[in-house]
């Protein structure tokens, strides 16, 4: 190598940082978008390096886990309840956790996978199903014991979804195909047709079927009795957060901002809109509402049949689901200072959590 | 304006490359980087020339002359340095230039290639806004990351012995000391430039070696067929200094006439 100037030598070392400041697909620069969870009285996000619990009466925090910074560690996937009462957080340095809600305080931890937990565990009273981007399904039980592992032939982001019938889970897993899985013993009870494009959002289940969206454009629902396709219907982008089905319609957006509401039992379309920014996750269905968020920043409330009740724009990057907590909306933005934000039903900000440097 | 001139086309082509290469996003870092270095040739052949002729120009007797009779001002050196490259016609910044075009074509390459291997949902997310519409990215998500024994998404370690050996971080820092060695010409001593030159030839391969070890393997990769491309490049255009890679006690010894 040769530098007949120091012109180059500067463009040389200026191009070394550039490539190093934009090595994303080293780990230590990994990114996803925060997860929000709630209780009656605590909201739990999982944003980077820490899982925060937020009073949900103030918006003032309760506690952080770890307490202390760890930079090679970062949360992204949504928290979650066992039905024992522990919180699990699975993090990108491949570790899930169990916490104590009220606390924060580590109860256990499950290492034994070796990539990223980007979808948020399930937990039923069979034990913990914690999928993980290896490809992998880990079943273990309520203290962390490793019970079987499922393979899959593609990354695991979506979390799975349980069904009582049949003492069976649904995993939807990247490499384009949806398996029932027995969840005591980890047999495979059926797996469907390749079905054309990555499923990263958690199913819907409702009376018999299955509703999922794929990266093929389609929105899919399957006979949860063999994974059979009952009826496919194209949308106009990627499919990315899950479907919510209430009162036999299925609710969900997509990449380009359309929002759907499909008949479903035949898939027809009820109605679509298209909005301000792409739509990356589930909405949330209340009784007669819906809610939903766009990458463009902004907060929909609709009333079922689409009309708009009212609509926010913050100005931050939205990625996240809303949730409801009792009679707030909580709102998680990417990329902001403001980690957590709470609405009241009608759209009025009650409070706003900045978390506060810990020294 | 940037991801519209330079990383869309490159992304999409590299996937376009993938989905011709069976699914395999090994080959298709190497085809992809072969074929980009195949495009800036014209630009790398342009550098070289230039080179030359700035060297042939250095060595020259003029050359020499004008430095020692100009040697305590420095302006009327300047003067008389750019008469001689306006007389030669040579261009002082004849070498730079592709230089600085090629910065922008190999910082997007690799930003390509970091940006494809997306494997978390804000990186896939972007690709998704990346990608054209001919290109069949449904079929082709989630991409297959493995290549040989390696995770191209991950920093890349091979386990012998219950041992993890970073092999392509070696490679990284073996090729880069072998390219820099092969295309630096003989120095005298003293001569401008040539002592940065030396500096460098040592500390670059530790820290590409260092960028190979820290990030993705798909990185790596990309700096090794780089530098296996540039080698043979230069040994095409009959420009590699073989006898460079000798070691100093076995390099012919000249001999002195009495």
Request: neutral net charge; aromatic residues 12%; hydrophobic residues 45%.
């Amino acid at each position: 190598m040769k530098f007949k100037s120091p012109l180059i030598f500067f463009l040389l070392i200026v191009s070394v940082l550039i490539l190093s400041g934009c090595a994303g697909g080293g780990q230590a620069s990994a990114t996803g978008w925060p997860g929000l969870a709630a209780d009656e009285s605590t909201a739990y996000l999982a944003h980077n390096r820490h899982i925060y619990a937020v009073n949900l009466s103030n918006g003032l925090e309760k506690w952080r886990f770890p307490v202390e910074q760890d930079n090679k560690r970062s949360f992204y996937a949504t928290p979650t309840f066992t039905t024992d009462g522990q919180l699990l957080a699975g993090s990108y340095e491949n570790i899930l956790f169990s916490l104590d809600p009220a606390t924060g305080v580590q109860k256990w931890s499950f290492a034994e996978a070796n990539d990223r937990f980007i979808a948020a565990p399930l937990a039923i009273e069979q034990g913990i199903f914690a999928a993980n981007a290896n490809n992998s399904l880990y079943a273990l039980d309520l203290q962390g014991t490793q019970r079987w592992v499922f393979p899959t032939t593609g990354p695991l982001w979506a979390k799975p979804v349980a069904d009582p019938d049949c003492n069976c889970i649904y995993l939807p897993s990247m490499d384009h195909k949806l398996y029932s899985i027995d969840a005591q013993t980890g047999d495979t009870n059926w797996l469907t047709e390749d079905l054309q494009g990555s499923i990263v959002g958690t199913p819907a289940y409702d009376s018999g079927l299955l509703y999922i969206g794929t990266f093929a454009n389609e929105l899919i629902a399957l006979n949860a009795s063999d994974g059979r396709v009952v009826w496919r219907t194209p949308t106009s982008d990627w499919v990315w957060g899950g479907p919510i089905v209430q009162e036999g319609v299925v609710y969900f957006g997509v990449l380009d901002g359309t929002f759907y509401a499909l008949e479903a039992a035949t898939g027809s379309v009820k109605w679509q809109q298209k909005f301000d920014g792409a739509i990356t996750q589930s909405p949330l269905v209340t009784e007669d509402k819906l809610y939903f968020t766009t990458e463009a920043g902004s907060v929909y409330a609709l009333n079922l049949n689409g009309t708009t009740l009212w609509t926010k724009n913050l100005g931050f990057k939205l990625y996240t689901s809303p949730i409801q907590a009792g009679d707030l909306i909580l709102i998680a933005p990417s990329g902001a200072d403001e980690y957590l934000i709470a609405f009241n039903m009608d759209g009025a900000q009650q409070w706003v959590y900045l978390p506060e440097a810990k020294k | 304006m940037w991801n519209t001139l330079i990383i869309d086309p490159m992304v999409n082509t590299l996937l376009w490359i993938y989905d011709l290469l069976w699914n395999n996003f090994g080959l298709a870092i190497i085809v992809f980087t072969v074929l980009i270095r195949l495009i800036t040739l014209p630009l790398t052949y342009q550098q070289t020339k230039s080179a030359q002729k700035m060297q042939e120009l250095q060595k020259s007797k003029q050359w020499q002359d004008i430095q020692k009779k100009h040697k305590g001002d420095r302006e009327k050196l300047s003067q008389e340095q750019m008469r001689i490259y306006k007389e030669m016609g040579v261009s002082p910044f004849g070498s730079c230039l592709p230089t600085v075009i090629q910065f922008p074509i190999i910082i997007g390459l690799y930003q390509a290639i970091i940006a494809s291997l997306a494997v978390t949902p804000t990186q896939l997310f972007n690709l998704s806004t990346h990608i054209y519409p001919f290109i069949p990215a449904a079929a082709l998500i989630p991409l297959d990351n493995t290549f040989l024994w390696m995770n191209l998404s991950q920093p890349e370690r091979l386990t012998i012995a219950g041992i993890g050996i970073p092999v392509l971080a070696i490679f990284v820092v073996i090729t880069t000391y072998i390219q820099s060695k092969l295309m630096t010409p003989p120095s005298q001593p003293g001569e401008q430039g040539a002592q940065m030159t030396q500096a460098m030839n040592l500390y670059m391969p530790f820290l590409m070696g260092w960028l190979a070890y820290s990030f993705a393997a798909g990185l790596a990769l990309y700096f090794i067929v780089g530098n296996l491309f540039t080698i043979a490049q230069y040994a095409i255009m009959g420009k590699v200094e073989w006898r460079n890679l000798l070691p100093s006690a076995l390099m012919p010894k000249k001999v002195s006439k009495k």
